[in-house]
């Protein structure tokens, strides 16, 4: 069975500093990991996504995130925030080739003036 | 292109009654998927439909019970409803099976009263 655990429930920065937002992931087989965001009231838009091509993918809105075998990690950064990006996030493992999704608990980013 | 859409967008029901929620999928997408998502928790994946066939079902009771029509679009329904069925429900939909990147509609959010 698979499952994400996102390790902070609220992370808070400044604009224009780094977002960290931290996961790691468990899977009995090769994992496909995403990143989704939500907006308040709103659904859920696809950040990126890693299906066993580069460790390294980027995403949109400056967004990217390292996929660690060894650390079973798939952390989501950004070198310089903006207040737009103040949101829900949620990592998500699939097994590859099926389409459910598993989610995490979300992490709420504040980004602050 | 239009996104996914789903109705109604609000909807309030009392213990015990029925609810039908629906979804139209991308033009062209014939993979459709339902969640969960109660207030403060990640989505849970309920059912997801490919080409009219169910090809995966969540940890759901049997009240929970979809299908997908001819043009692709789908609907969810809830019987004897409870309480612990408030939740937003969320519609995504894909291309095709398997890892296939999956578009999520703003949702349907249901009361129960």
């Known amino acids: 069975a698979q499952s994400v655990t996102q390790l902070d429930s609220h992370v808070s920065v400044s604009e224009g500093t780094p977002v960290l937002l931290r996961c790691n992931y468990s899977s009995s087989y090769s994992p496909s990991l995403f990143w989704y965001v939500q907006h308040p009231n709103k659904g859920l838009q696809l950040l990126l996504k890693?299906?066993?091509?580069?460790?390294l993918v980027k995403g949109i809105n400056g967004f990217e995130a390292e996929f660690k075998k060894s650390e079973t990690s798939f952390h989501l950064t950004k070198p310089s925030a903006h207040m737009s990006d103040a949101a829900e996030y949620f990592c998500v493992v699939s097994e590859r080739g099926f389409q459910k999704l598993v989610f995490g608990t979300g992490t709420r980013l504040l980004v602050s003036p | 292109d239009t996104g996914v859409t789903q109705s109604p967008t609000h909807l309030i029901k009392t213990r015990g009654q029925q609810v039908t929620l629906r979804c139209s999928p991308i033009?062209?997408?014939?993979?459709v998927s339902w969640y969960q998502q109660v207030l403060g928790q990640g989505p849970q994946f309920i059912f997801q439909y490919y080409e009219k066939e169910e090809r995966g079902r969540g940890n759901f009771p049997d009240r929970f019970s979809a299908r997908q029509f001819p043009n692709y679009s789908s609907e969810l329904n809830v019987n004897a409803l409870l309480l612990g069925d408030s939740a937003l429900y969320l519609c995504?939909?894909?291309?095709?099976?398997?890892?296939?990147?999956?578009?999520f509609g703003d949702g349907t959010r249901l009361s129960i009263l």
């Open positions: 890693y299906t066993s091509a580069a460790t």
């Open positions: 995504a939909s894909s291309y095709r099976d398997g890892n296939q990147p999956q578009h």
């Open positions: 033009s062209g997408h014939k993979s």
